[in-house]
């Protein structure tokens, strides 16, 4: 029998009754997808996910990805799991019908990459970077590209990766220096190196495709003169493959997620030969590779979110079998009485409640996202502008909270194991490292937070945050329309309200031109709205669940106990971590400031 890594009815609750995915497909562009359609691909992906992802989680974890004599070796299944993939028309989700995609709703590619993530976060990286690779292509590349390399990457014959870092740039894009020098025939000639490519080279596939960026010679300096070009490791000439004079340099030993390798990749070092084709037009790759970065950093949050699932569901199994002490109700009243489960312990329940209110919270807050991008994708004039400023504003936040709480969460999985968490024997020691990369990948958490901060917030003329908190309060105002919610609605909106004063006082300092003071404490704030926003999605959830129970359609004890579960968790919420903003708004507001330039010589 499977191991549970995540709970299909929770699902199915926030995908049909929170968010009515469904309600796309009535759309043009969604109509060959129905609900009963969303549900058979969602068991699709869940029988990948308990046949061959789950089985090999935790010996792709101890019998890691391996570099000798010029070659990446990986699990063998990785074969298995990349093929029935690209079978189940899931590499090709997001693609249109045309290029030879599935055209999902991204709410569907949301739920079913969070299903197979919990099962092996390690596993998923391999096809996710070439959906994503592959998008850009059908999205930015010319026909003759499409015709090269999409049906391969859908299918999952070849692999897909994107190649941005390089050794003295880090995330300062600004200092690349990988060049491309044009050539007659069209294509150029690329030199540089990449470090930290995940897939970027392995055993199991034919070839592997490269979204790279680099400057052409003679470009703009800085970020405007960055091009984007697709770099194949192996290119097609008189329809043969030829080595296209990329090296593999090594692999890195990593922490974590130990099943995909992490390359540092050096191009044109052998003959000086090696070839990329523009991707759209130059000086734009930048732009272009935004989109793949927008889609992974949503990723990044998803996967933080499913490891904490996953966590939890290991914790709570544990939680009901373990004996440990005796009732506290008990306790030195009688020596003889039998140890009690240490679920029945307050504390373990808290450590239980919390890993529960932050990832299903989590996971609600990455489909509120892709609820917005689906009606953007299907709406026109001002609504689609809307969409699209409320997906860019929420999207920081999306990857942040889930990862940097998600990583909290999994640590108090950990700790209702006691000494066992920490070893081997149970997987929360390999979901505690594998959760780690996640507040890093795609920008750290301080990278996301000036984002939002430093440019959603203010983003056109402040618009981006007034949608923002126009839908928190439509959430407010139906939720005190239930005595029940009352309480919690108030406390959200005072918390909103905060919220806006906060930010109004740092972008005082911005419009003063104090922008060091302004963005100084950019990860706090951060925290302070990642609560509010998984606040009004714990709310949103509230909401459901209190309709359902007083309409009559929990259907047998494990139904009501369900939607009870959800009101129990949410109130958990507002009383354990809404408090939290108390200590944040004091600290974003004093003018005591310890972290400035000015302060440097403090800190030996």
Known sequence: MAKQYISVRNLKFLLHEVFNASEVTKFPHFEHIDKEAIDMILDSAMQIADNIAGPIAQEMDRKPSEFANGKVTV??????????????????????????????????????????????????????????????????????????????????????????????????????????????????????????????????????????????????????????????????????????????????????????????????????????????????????????????????????????????????????????????????????????????????????????????????????????????????????????????????????????????????GLQCFGGGGFCEDFPLERLYRDIRITSIYEGTTAIQSQALLGRNVTMKNGKAAMLFFQEVMKTIQEAKTYDELKKYATALEEEGQKLQKVTQHLVGFAMKGDLERFLADATLYMEYFGIVCIGWQWLKQGIVSKQALLAGKSQGEAETNFYESKLHTMRFFFAYEMPKCYALATRLTDDEILTLATEKAMIN
């Open 75 to 412: 699990h063998p299944d990785v074969h298995k799991f990349i093929q029935a993939m690209g079978e189940a028309g899931l590499i090709g989700s997001q693609a249109s019908l045309e290029v030879g995609g599935s055209q999902l709703p991204e709410t569907v590619r949301t739920a079913t990459g969070f299903s197979l993530t919990a099962a092996n976060n390690s596993i998923v990286m391999f096809t996710g970077l070439t959906s994503g690779a592959a998008n850009l292509i059908a999205t930015f590349g010319s026909e003759e590209l499409k015709n090269t390399y999409l049906e391969k990457m859908y299918a999952g014959e070849w692999q897909g990766t994107m190649c941005l870092t390089e050794p003295q740039a880090g995330s300062s894009l600004h200092y690349i220096t990988s060049s491309a020098t044009p050539l007659e025939d069209g294509s150029y000639k690329i030199r540089g190196q990449k470090i930290y490519i995940s897939a970027g080279d392995h055993d199991q596939t034919e070839n592997v495709i490269h979204l790279y960026l680099a400057k052409i010679d003679g470009a703009p300096a800085g970020t405007k003169g960055i091009s984007l070009f697709v770099v194949p490791s192996q290119r097609i000439e008189n329809g043969q493959f030829v080595d296209n004079d990329i090296t593999t340099i090594g692999i890195y030993h990593k922490m974590g997620q130990k099943g995909t390798p992490a390359i540092h990749l050096q191009t044109g070092a052998k003959r000086d030969d090696c070839r990329g084709w523009l991707v759209g037009e130059p000086h734009k790759g930048l732009m272009y590779m935004f989109q793949m970065m927008n889609e992974a950093r949503l990723g990044v949050g998803l996967t933080g979110a499913a490891i904490a699932s996953a966590a939890y569901y290991e914790a709570l199994e544990y939680a009901n079998e373990r004996p440990q002490g005796q009732a506290l109700s008990i306790k030195g009243q009688d020596p003889n009485a039998p140890q009690t489960l240490i679920i029945n312990h307050p504390d373990v329940k808290r450590l239980l409640l919390f890993q529960k209110a932050v990832f299903e919270g989590s996971l609600a807050l990455i489909l509120q996202c892709a609820k917005y991008a689906d009606l953007a994708h299907v709406s026109e004039g001002e609504q689609k502008e809307n969409y699209n400023l409320l997906l860019d504003m929420l999207t920081p936040v999306a990857k942040a909270y889930p990862t940097e709480m998600g990583i909290q969460a999994v640590s108090a």
